[in-house]
């Protein structure tokens, strides 16, 4: 069974700092790559930083040294810290890990519940 959990949102004035945290449980299954989205009100989600299962780290650009993600696969915890926060990072942040069920080689995506990060001007 997969659950991905996260926590770490709230209100944040501008140019303030929050760390997000997903905790994936994945009985049966092996990692590749987990990340954070984000979907702003009448916005499609978007991709807002990666990290493969060997640590390779991708992100927007428009979090581009403002936001850092970190993933420790035996602890099967995912964070994303953001700093100089802008009031257009304001959204639902999602956790996703791609996960492969042990003897299969197709992965999947799944997904948390969504955390609300609201940046205030």
């Known amino acids: 069974q997969v659950q991905l959990v996260e926590s770490g949102g709230g209100l944040v004035p501008a140019g303030g700092s929050l760390t997000l945290s997903c905790a994936i449980s994945?009985?049966?299954?092996?990692?590749?790559?987990t990340g954070w989205y984000r979907q702003a009100p009448g916005k499609q989600r978007e991709l807002v930083a990666t990290?493969?299962?060997?640590?390779?780290?991708d992100y927007a650009d428009s979090v581009w040294g403002r936001f850092f993600i970190s993933g420790d696969n035996v602890k099967n915890t995912v964070r994303l810290r953001m700093n100089s926060l802008r009031p257009e990072d304001t959204a639902v942040y999602y956790c996703?890990?791609?996960?492969?069920?042990?003897?299969?080689?197709?992965?999947?995506?799944?997904w948390g519940q969504g955390t609300q990060v609201t940046v205030s001007s």
């Open positions: 996703n890990a791609q996960l492969r069920r042990y003897g299969r080689t197709d992965l999947k995506d799944y």
């Open positions: 994945r009985s049966g299954f092996s990692v590749g790559a």
């Open positions: 990290i493969s299962s060997d640590g390779r780290a």
